[in-house]
């Protein structure tokens, strides 16, 4: 029966070989179908199911949530207080992607232009290296960090610049610390996600054709000329491309708003308020629609300026 059946086999996979070389394009349909399968049915198929809910009724005396639907939970997002959490949130993430590109922008420079083998890949570690531990771990030393006893208000009480951080906190130490402001969240965030805005530029950098600096050079521009009329309309794509993950991560983050601040919800914590503590899971997941429609509009923006050619 092996030799009977064996050449049979053989020949019913070798014909299909022929037609899948014949057909590139159903040979990669049929590479694609088990994760397009997975994408629709695990993440779409939930991602509805969740904003579903939002229609749902929910009843503030016995705290229960019912089938009715309406659609008072998003007209709820149009509130005061939920459009300044909206504000605020985004005002927090725009300001994390713009801070981060200013400091990244250097670093990356360097490691595309300048270094090369060990230095390099000491740049490529020290890079890595923050994104290798917790996150938590990493907000949570961050509020010891900035706490009043921190190191950080010793340094500054050093180099006597208490007067800057009273300023910058618009209130006295005394009355205030970096752990419970916004700056204090502001540079958290700044820390937590500046790789991710690091390498897209110096991916974009690197690609940055070294004739292009000497043809400047030759035709007389000057240093700041050349980065400002060849270098940065290059790394723009980089620089849009990072700013995708620092805004995106910012924007539904819920962890380091609950840690450092002053009180206050972010989209974020608001979500995770309402279904854990609350059980308002129509509320919140209507709350889930803002993120959605904000990166969408977010990603139409950057998407003109070439972020996805250097993903």
């Not at 997002?77 to 590109?101: E, W």
């Not at 595309?112 to 020290?126: E, T, V």
């Not at 290296?129 to 208000?153: D, F, H, Q």
């Not at 997941?285 to 990166?295: E, G, K, M, Q, R």
């Amino acid at each position: 029966m092996n030799a009977t059946f064996a050449p049979a086999a053989g020949g019913a996979l070798r014909r299909l070989s022929d037609v899948l070389y014949r057909r590139p394009n159903l040979y990669l349909l049929l590479l694609l179908i088990p994760p397009l399968l997975w994408f629709g049915t695990v993440y779409l198929a939930s991602l509805l199911a969740l904003l579903w809910q939002g229609f749902y009724s929910y009843d503030d005396f016995s705290m229960t949530v019912s089938s009715t639907l309406t659609l008072a939970n998003f007209k709820a997002l149009l509130q005061a207080a939920n459009l300044d959490i909206i504000r605020r949130t985004v005002l927090m993430a725009l300001a994390v992607s713009l801070a981060a590109a200013l400091i990244a922008f250097p670093i990356a420079y360097y490691m595309a232009r300048y270094a090369s083998g060990r230095l390099k890949a000491f740049f490529y570690i020290a890079v890595m290296l923050p994104m290798w531990a917790s996150y938590i771990v990493k907000a949570y030393a961050w509020t010891l960090l900035l706490a009043k006893e921190g190191i950080s208000l010793w340094f500054i009480q050093r180099l006597h610049l208490e007067w800057l951080l009273d300023f910058l906190l618009a209130t006295p130490i005394g009355g205030n610390t970096l752990s419970t402001s916004h700056l204090g969240r502001f540079l958290v965030f700044v820390y937590i996600w500046l790789p991710f805005m690091i390498l897209p530029i110096q991916a974009s950098l690197e690609r940055l054709p070294l004739s292009l600096l000497q043809a400047s050079s030759d035709l007389g521009a000057r240093p700041w000329q050349t980065f400002r009329l060849v270098i940065l309309p290059l790394a723009v794509p980089g620089i849009a491309a990072g700013s995708i993950f620092t805004f995106s991560l910012t924007l539904g983050d819920f962890i380091v708003p609950q840690l450092v601040g002053p009180p206050g919800f972010f989209i974020g914590n608001m979500v995770y308020a309402q279904q854990g503590t609350v059980g308002n899971m129509p509320l919140a997941a209507a709350f889930t629609l803002v993120p959605i429609v904000l990166i969408a509009l977010y990603l139409s923006v950057v998407r003109r300026l070439g972020a996805f050619d250097a993903l």
